[in-house]
């Protein structure tokens, strides 16, 4: 696993990582920058990162951790200790990027915020990972991913007609600021390649959670308070049941509309001028989904979505297993078999992108807890007496 990480391929191939983040967002981050070709070192202080110990139908290690913290090294350092802190400043003199998710007040207390780090590398890529940002009444709160979707609006928003707020699960925001500091981090090395200079990158779950709602924060000045900003086109869009399992249709454009009325037996609903454009179809929702239902009932949502094919866009609700022997996820190579010291033989997610020039190396599993800090440790200590034994 060692030489895996020092020989990776891909466009960030040769980039040095320091993960000093935990749970979800800063980790993935920094797991898809490894899977650009980074070498990423996780960095953990002794009782590691809590997400290991986060509930998992695996006994030896977490499903998220190991879902989100591919193809790292894995090191750990107490960073109230001066030895180790010196051994983290070592490793910051040849980084090229450093991420974390301390609050905003921590970083200076323990040592490492960006001023004292810069100083060591003016080309350090520091980015900081908080829930409400660096400044504000709220900067200094702890800001989880559901939290955030409480606070921004995204849970009233998904509440059902008449019924409470919900959660969107899946860990959406976190998985949406990780790709926000990703592409940040990739736009950072871009700009070092012409100043020569390194900076500060700031990434909140406030700003991932606001910005994956751009559609809906419009408001024009005549507008009051309470406005329609759902992007839900309504009607026959979205999940329905059939003879067996649910299908999700969506069927907004004239072409994909008069495809479903013909495929569906419907034929009588194509032309008529109640039903002539999405909006009315959404008003009129009442009129065609009981025809439409009933008509679903005929067959199976495997069934249907083959009828449908390429004419109307849709596909039968899969559960998350499907997707490990589905033929369009295999046919990208995004399923990879990994080995793991405790967890032993699991197929997961590997390498998202794909460059035509540039191919990424594949992934290797997440480390334990200080996997390879005896060797990394004794690296950096020698590196570090070096100048004095000159």
Sequence with gaps: MMSQAQSRQGPLSGVKVLDLSAYIAGPYACSLLADQGAQVIKIES???????????????????????????????????????????YTLVRQADVLVHNFRPSVPKRLQIDYDILQA???RLIYC????????GP???????????????????????????PEILYGSVVDFY??????????????????????????????????????TRLVWADSE???????????????????????????ANTPHF????????????????????????????????????????????????EELFGEEVPCSAVRTVEDMFDFPQVLSQDFIQTFEHPAAGTFRALQKPYQFSRTPCSPAFAAPMLDQHGETLRETLDRQREKPTSE
């Design 177 to 214: 600021a990780a790709s926000m500091l990703a592409g940040a981090v990739s736009s950072a090395l871009y700009e070092r390649e012409k100043s020569g200079l390194g900076q500060a990158v700031d990434i909140s779950l406030m700003s991932a959670a606001l910005a994956m709602q751009s």
């Design 257 to 304: 509309w008069q495809a479903l009325c013909q495929k569906t037996g419907l034929t009588h609903f194509a032309d008529d001028p109640r039903f002539e454009t999405v909006r009315l179809r959404a008003q009129n929702k009442d009129l065609i989904v009981p025809a439409l239902r009933q008509a679903l009932s005929q067959k199976s949502a495997l069934e249907w």
């Design 128 to 135: 900081s990972l908080s829930g409400y940002g660096r400044t």
């Design 46 to 88: 002794p009782s590691g990162d809590n997400l290991r110990n986060y509930p998992s139908t695996l006994a030896s290690e977490s499903r998220a951790f190991l879902g989100v913290n591919r193809s790292k090294l894995g090191l750990v350092l107490d960073l109230k200790k001066p030895q180790d802190l010196e051994r983290l």
């Design 138 to 164: 709220l900067k200094d709160k702890a800001g989880y991913d559901q939290v955030l979707q409480s606070m921004t609006g995204m849970s009233a928003m998904q509440a059902k007609p008449d019924g409470p």
């Design 120 to 122: 060591m590398n003016s």
């Design 224 to 250: 009051p308070r309470e406005v329609g900003r759902d992007m839900r086109s309504g009607g026959i869009t979205g999940i329905h049941p059939t003879r067996e399992g649910h299908i999700y249709i969506s």
